[in-house]
């Protein structure tokens, strides 16, 4: 039932290693080819933050223009644990280099720290709070930012937990802090994000503020809105980094140093090298989901049939006139003729038979039935579907031809829409987000993209055709979720094809998700 399907009429191994490229310093002409240098950068031209080699350049943070400060894997995977903590939605921008301190390797960020022992590799969470404490700020932190006073720290920890007596603090304390990024938000992520309540809630004028080993929150009396101040920027303010390790570097040079060097020229080599002798005409997309900087990009603006896939712009359609009053789920939708010439077989519904629009939705994402699709896509209307896609800007994808067409790229976008990834001109609420995040990984189709990624959930939709074979999803990482889009036309063994596609998610995933290197407990 995955087959290829017009709105208007029925359609007639092993992954190799990343080695890393040496360039070195790469000359003016040659930065024309990376993915986002060229001639003539000036200052102003800087991107807020982009790829270097194993790791990330950040401007936000910075105190000087035009510099910034890198999180990048060396002797420690600086790199990888940012990204699994959260990145900058947790912790926030870089504000230091690592540096040593007490006998631990730290680097500062915004909203908190990481540390190793110095001699070893594991890192976790900082107690930062701890730390300005042992530094004698404690009461400088009471009388100047109305931080409370700490309670008794051989509380065990059940005890410091219902310290947390304000509802408001304590559902953010617990609560998922990027929904659309983390599938879930369990009690040993929340724990590893505060630590432990160092304090009950205590009000300072119209605010209550409440303490945490990590962190310290606050909202106003008359709000539920609660608000996360910046502790790792203490670190620096009151001295405890030293001040070489809070001097950023140029931005520029960093930016000129990666040319060659970064994940987007090494991995898109990889791919290529995989798919190289494999038949059929490509298109590849792949990136940290709602980035425009790729991870790789093969051919990724070329004209491609969606098949199936363009389901994923019923989907959201659905949701959207749901949204504004114009469709309900409950609505009974009623098979006719019309549907059952336009639709390959098999026929799931004879004509005169009755289905409502959910239930149509459900068939069409999970198992791809085209008649279900076809009889939905007449009730919203394709036509409408293609202004929606005009008016979010995309230029390619239209399903109101005889022959849809779209791009890796702009498929990429669409799904990222749909997940709560990517602003739209119509943005999705949370729970409209979840439930159509939920169809998509009801997709029974999993010999693509899921094939070797059993350990991560993948919402993606799939299309086949005699020729032709696509898969287009999010696989949801420790390190967030990854936009992979694969397009193949033109081959002539869609199982050959989908192994080698299943082979390319695998090989992205993994370079952008390695092993763990962190410290079990939560609590450090």
């Known amino acids: 039932m995955a087959g290829n399907i017009s709105p208007s009429r029925r359609e007639s191994g092993r992954s190799p290693p990343l080695g890393r490229r040496q360039f070195g310093r790469m000359v003016a002409a040659t930065l024309a080819t990376a993915p986002f240098v060229g001639p003539g950068l000036t200052d102003q031209d800087l991107p807020a933050d982009f790829a270097i080699e194993d790791g990330h350049h950040y401007r936000q943070a910075s105190p000087e223009p035009n510099t910034g400060f890198a999180v990048f894997n060396g002797r420690r995977p600086w790199w990888d644990t940012y990204r699994r903590a959260g990145g900058p939605q947790v912790l926030g921008y870089p504000v230091s280099l690592p540096y040593a301190?007490?006998?631990?390797?730290v680097q500062a960020f915004?909203?908190?720290?990481i540390q190793s022992p110095f001699q070893g590799v594991n890192l976790a969470p900082a107690n930062v709070l701890e730390w300005l404490d042992a530094a004698g700020h404690t009461r400088w932190l009471h009388e100047q930012r109305q931080v409370p006073m700490p309670l008794d720290a051989d509380a065990n920890a059940d005890a410091r937990l219902a310290w947390m007596t304000d509802d408001a603090i304590r559902d953010v304390y617990f609560g998922n802090p990027a929904p659309a990024r983390f599938l879930a938000w369990s009690r040993t992520q929340a724990l590893r994000r505060f630590g432990l309540p160092m304090s009950q809630p205590q009000r300072f004028g119209q605010t209550i503020v409440q303490r945490f080993q990590r962190g310290v929150l606050e909202r106003n009396v008359d709000s539920r809105t609660v608000r996360e101040r910046p502790v790792g920027q203490l670190l620096v303010e009151l001295g405890l980094v030293t001040k070489d390790r809070t001097t950023p570097v140029s931005s520029m040079d960093a930016l000129l140093e990666a040319a060659g060097r970064t994940i987007h020229e090494r991995l898109t080599a990889a791919v290529r090298t995989r798919i190289r002798s494999e038949p059929g005409t490509w298109a590849v997309w792949a990136a940290n989901s709602g980035t425009n900087r790729p991870l790789v990009a093969i051919e990724p603006d070329r004209n491609m049939r969606t098949l199936s896939v363009w389901k994923v712009l019923l989907l959201r359609e659905a949701f959207r006139q749901r949204s504004a009053g114009l469709l309900s789920f409950d609505e009974l939708l009623t098979m006719d003729e019309t549907v059952v010439e336009r639709a390959?077989?098999?026929?799931?519904?004879?004509?005169?038979?009755?289905?409502?629009?959910?239930?149509?939705l459900e068939h069409a994402i999970s198992v791809s039935d085209n008649?279900?699709?076809?009889?939905l896509g007449d009730r919203v209307g394709y036509q409408n579907i293609d202004f929606d896609l005009r008016r979010e800007g995309l230029q390619v994808t239209t399903i109101n031809v005889n022959e849809p067409f779209t791009t890796a790229r702009e498929t990429a976008d669409v799904l990222e829409r749909i997940l709560g990834l990517r602003p739209g001109v119509w943005q999705p609420t949370l729970t409209e987000i979840r439930a159509m995040r939920e169809l998509l990984l009801s997709e029974?189709?999993?010999n693509r993209i899921p094939r070797w990624l059993p350990q991560h959930w993948v919402a993606h939709k799939t299309g086949d055709f005699p020729d032709a074979t696509n898969d287009a999803g999010v696989v949801y990482t420790a390190m967030g979720p990854v936009t992979v889009v694969v397009l193949v036309d033109r081959t002539p063994n869609r199982d050959r094809t989908a192994d080698a596609i299943a082979d390319v998610a695998r090989m992205i995933v993994n370079a952008i998700n390695p092993p763990t290197f962190e410290a079990e407990s939560p609590l450090g």
């Open 344 to 360: 390959d077989p098999p026929i799931s519904l004879e004509p005169g038979q009755q289905i409502d629009v959910g239930t149509a």
């Open 110 to 113: 915004s909203h908190g720290a």
């Open 101 to 105: 301190r007490d006998g631990l390797a």
């Open 444 to 446: 029974r189709r999993t």
């Open 371 to 375: 008649a279900s699709a076809i009889l």
